[in-house]
């Protein structure tokens, strides 16, 4: 691979880049990802939030007894099926079920049993009745319940194994546990679970003009608030953000310290800026002479088109642009898809969905935009909006986005209501 793209001018030209799809630029990263091996146990409730190292199946059905879906009686339907308002069945109530309690009967012709919603259904009952319609009264020594009426089919009568039989797959390796993954896990009894060890992932800034955080502003310099957006990504894909600090625009000490960095325990390494053909664009110089394989270093699309990927040893290696939306646009692109990659959970079609413009994208693009946008459904469709300023360089309206636009090449503009391709951000739900 490194051989042909050297031939065509993907590795050893700052200037002359060869210009890859975003498709065929995540195909080629996707190729270099190995999927994690190691696993940790941890307790349940520090499941939330992690991916399964393993399938997590039924080692009983579920439910494993029958139960009641009503509080109302457990009854035999041969001996309600005539019941009516003008002729009710009455039967002998001889047990009484709470939930949690095993009942100690049979029941057998003219008997039901008062039972709670969730209760083990006794044997010989194949129905439920609700106790709407019922009237329970005593009378000569005995407890009996009039029946008026009973649905045939023996509704509120959940079986044996209706929602899994035994030896089912409830989830499957890479799943992310959420609520109803961790209601899962707990019905399984899955007091301690395997779960992926978090991707660790080196953030590296680059830049004289960056200021740390706490820093007072000064003429011609920015505070580095490309590091904790990365930060937070990065632990919203499931991986362990590894703060590098930041290193000014100077080759040499950039190169010791991603030499440093790639030869850590770090599972990939990202660095932000210096991926263009400016004269201090240090990272475009690095990625010319270091020695693992460059895999891209242009993709044909707006902001971000440098971002930059290779590969060392199996570590992975990201030049993203250093303006603030372009690096988020490059992470959602690609460092995303390969940390969910590493755990085993990547799926394109997982985070693509249609929508309908709703205003028009009049700007010409010679190549596919990547526009944020807010999806909402109005109307009963989703309709996607641009949103904040469609500068590579703009970083409020980040906080603002739920999606991606995909914008394809034109020469005329998207006019409002044309049909778009849209991604959805990670971590939130699109309608």
């Known amino acids: 691979m490194e051989a042909q793209m050297r031939q065509n001018g993907t590795i050893n030209d700052k200037w002359n880049r060869r210009t890859l799809t975003p498709a065929e630029a995540t195909d080629r990263l996707l190729a270099c990802v190995r999927p994690r091996t190691g696993f940790e146990e941890v307790p349940l409730a520090e499941a939330i939030g992690r991916r399964l190292a393993v399938d997590a199946t039924t080692k009983e059905p579920i439910p494993h007894f029958r139960r009641a879906g009503m509080d109302g009686y457990a009854v035999r339907l041969e001996d309600v099926a005539a019941a009516s308002s003008e002729e009710p069945c009455e039967l002998e109530i001889v047990e009484h079920i709470p939930c949690g309690a095993v009942p100690l009967r049979k029941l057998e012709r003219g008997q039901a049993a008062r039972i709670m919603t969730g209760g083990m259904v006794p044997e010989g009952a194949d129905a439920v009745v609700m106790q709407e319609m019922a009237e329970a009264a005593c009378g000569h020594g005995r407890e009996y319940v009039r029946i008026r009426k009973a649905d045939p089919r023996g509704t509120h009568l959940t079986p044996i194994g209706e929602e899994a039989a035994e030896g089912t797959i ?45 820093a007072p502003l000064e003429p011609g310099k920015v505070r580095n608030s490309n590091a904790y957006m990365l930060a937070a990504l990065i632990a919203s894909a499931g991986g362990e953000a590894v703060p590098a600090g930041t290193v000014p625009d100077d080759c040499d000490r950039a190169e010791r310290l991603l030499g440093e960095l790639l030869a850590s325990d770090a599972d990939a390494v990202v660095a932000t800026g210096g991926v263009s053909v400016g004269d201090y664009d240090i990272m475009a110089d690095y990625f010319l002479r270091w020695e693992g394989t460059t895999l891209f270093n242009k993709v044909a699309m707006r902001p971000g088109s440098p971002t930059t990927a290779g590969v060392w040893k199996e570590k992975l290696l990201f030049g993203l642009s250093g303006n603030p939306s372009a690096c988020f646009v490059g992470f959602e692109l690609f460092v995303r898809p390969a940390l969910l990659a590493m755990q085993r959970s990547y799926a394109a079609a997982d985070w693509e969905f249609a929508a309908y413009l709703a205003e028009d994208y009049l700007k010409v693009n010679a190549y596919a935009r990547y526009v944020r946008g807010r999806a909402e459904l109005r109307e009963g469709r989703v309709e996607a909006r641009p949103i904040g300023l469609d500068q590579s360089s703009a970083v409020l309206s980040i906080k603002d986005a739920n999606c991606l636009i995909v914008i394809p090449p034109t020469k005329s503009g998207i006019r409002r209501g044309e049909l778009v391709k849209a991604i959805r951000l990670g971590g939130v739900i699109v309608p």
């Open 170 to 214: 409830l989830l499957r390796a890479g799943q992310l546990i959420g609520a109803g993954e961790m209601a899962d896990l707990a019905t399984l009894g899955s007091s301690r679970v395997k779960v992926f060890r978090k991707p660790r992932v080196a953030i590296l800034s680059t830049g004289t003009e960056l200021l740390d955080v706490a």
